[in-house]
């Protein structure tokens, strides 16, 4: 059950670490692209992935969720680890599915 946690934890990490600040990241740098649409995003999504800020907080929200998971009381443990990590894992995964559907429903023959 640990190596459970450890891998929802650095799942969440990366995805948060990814949505909190990419938003904000993206559309500052929009002003500043030259590229027109979804481009933009996916740039800046992947620009994320090498910069230094975003691994820092990655490895901060890693070891926030990594410590909570350790919680010897059950109820901080189900309020600090669970609930975050689930809620952040689901929406996520709905995400994705929504993003897929539109691309296969809205795709030109």
Known sequence: MDC?????SGLVAIILAEIV??????????SKSKA????VLW???IESLFCF???ILAILFFALFFTASKLRNKALRAL????PTLTVLSL?????????YVVIRFRHP
């Open 4 to 8: 459970v946690k450890g891998i929802l």
């Open 21 to 30: 600040p990419g938003v904000w990241w993206a559309f500052t740098g929009i």
């Open 36 to 39: 027109t649409g979804i481009a």
């Open 43 to 45: 740039g800046g999504l």
């Open 53 to 55: 800020r975003f691994w």
């Open 80 to 83: 600090l680890f669970w609930i």
């Open 92 to 100: 996520s995964i709905a995400a994705a599915g929504l993003l897929t």
